[in-house]
């Protein structure tokens, strides 16, 4: 059993429920419970109704679940005390727990102790603190194979063959006697595949990116076109201030946009004039326009009852895919409005397929613009892609010291294309967690919640 101490938190995430769940794990774990509940969880089944007591008296009524050690989540005794939600009697149950010698937990140290405990590799760690936050089914049912080890399987495939083929080279260079088992094309066909292998694991990432975080949609134009109209029709709630007035816009606005099964989030942006009036229009321009060069998608706004293609969105529509929103429609009519958009798009280098004709006062053609964006932001689903920055950072250094490796046997150097060879498994081992950084855990596990 482990010696390590007691810790406790409370698991669920803070707000009104109708369940708040307080988890303790360590060696002391079913003492501490004992000493504020009854029955005692030591004398009873691993699953009942307790009673929580506190110095004034009954505090709750719990449903109470035991793990006995290595049979738990961190592989030491733990104890789960289900409550009454809303998080007054959690908080109460934690003080409890820490006068009784438990310590508050870190953030993420319940799963920093199953990696410990090997009962999850980094890669299902990894899985753990982002499912709750998915975006779409898309994303769980991704982070669910993520967690049954399915993309730890597949990186320790590649691994194994990298391993195979580093000992074939080496038995090359260490017996250049001996008669050959390998030569240098057999050797490229190989590195060909496996480096195909990963490039395909990489192309993975945006979907990935997408499917778990969702994705940015950003509204951009000039003053008094209709955005922030836009943004609360979209949104369908007066989240943003409509007025006559130029500039009622100053900082980002944003809301979140439901597209079928994938959630974005909508940013109405300052409206930009051609020139800046004070400090203040500066900053708020500046702002949506780097919102809008990293947005996933650009909705550049126009009055289509009296248009013009505003020079400062050149530079935003070359860097992000754009949709070009004719508004107004109430005022001049679909097709009207979507010759105007059209040749404004024309202007940017557009297709008139990104053109769309709206009205944000009478809702025409909002409905055909979410069913683009969700066609747009929703990429092919994949079983199995890279879920973090880290992992698609890992497997890229795999790639490239697989190219270098390539290089260099068209080159006859051997001796180097070893050392990209073992550089490139580091890169894998690095990912899936056999090789670590103490570091890189740090930052790992101190992105989760308190209390995972």
Known sequence: MSQRDTIVAIATAPGRGAIDIVRLSGVRAVAIADSF???????????????????????????????????????????????????????????????????????????????????????????????????????????????????????????????????????????????????RSELESQLASLTGE???????????RTAISGAVVVLAGAENVGKSSLFNALLGAEAALVTNLPGTTRDALSGRLQLGELTATLYDTAGRPEQWRDELTA??????????????????????????????????????????????????GRELALKRGREIAAHFGLSESQVLAVSARDGS?????????????????????????????????????????????????????????????RSLEEVLGVVTDEAVLDTLFNSFCVGK
């Open 283 to 332: 900053l708020a321009a500046d702002r949506a326009e780097r919102a809008a060069t990293s947005a996933d998608r650009l909705l550049l706004v126009i009055d289509a009852s009296s248009p013009h293609p505003p020079a400062w969105a050149a530079g935003e529509v070359a860097a992000t895919p754009t949709l070009l929103l004719a508004n107004k429609t109430d005022l001049i």
């Open 37 to 183: 509940l009854t029955p005692r969880p030591s004398e009873k089944p691993s699953q009942r109704i307790y009673l929580a007591n506190a110095e004034l008296g009954l505090l709750d009524q719990l449903t109470v679940i035991r793990y006995e050690a290595p049979a738990s989540y961190t592989g030491d005794d733990a104890v789960e005390l289900f409550c009454h939600g809303g998080g007054v009697i959690a908080r109460r149950l934690v003080e409890l727990a820490v006068q009784a010698g438990a310590r508050p937990a870190a953030a993420g140290e319940f799963t920093r102790r199953a990696w410990e405990a090997e009962k999850l590799d980094l890669l299902q760690a990894e899985a753990v603190g982002k499912i709750a936050d998915a975006a779409s089914l898309s994303g769980v049912r991704l982070l669910e194979r993520q967690l049954s080890g399915a993309l730890s399987e597949q990186l320790k495939e590649r691994r194994n063959e990298l391993l195979a083929l580093s000992a074939r080279l080496e038995a090359e260079l260490s017996y250049p006697e001996e008669s050959l088992t390998i030569n």
């Open 365 to 425: 053609g909002l409905d055909q613009l979410r069913e683009r964006l969700s066609a747009g932001l929703t990429p092919p689903e994949s079983d199995l892609a890279l879920t973090s920055v880290r992992q698609q950072e890992g497997i890229a250094k795999a790639v490239e010291a697989l190219e270098r490796a390539t290089v260099q046997l068209q080159c006859d150097g051997w001796d180097i294309a070893s050392v990209e060879l073992m550089n490139a498994r």
């Open 198 to 208: 990963l490039e395909r694991l990489l192309s993975t990432a945006d979907f990935a």
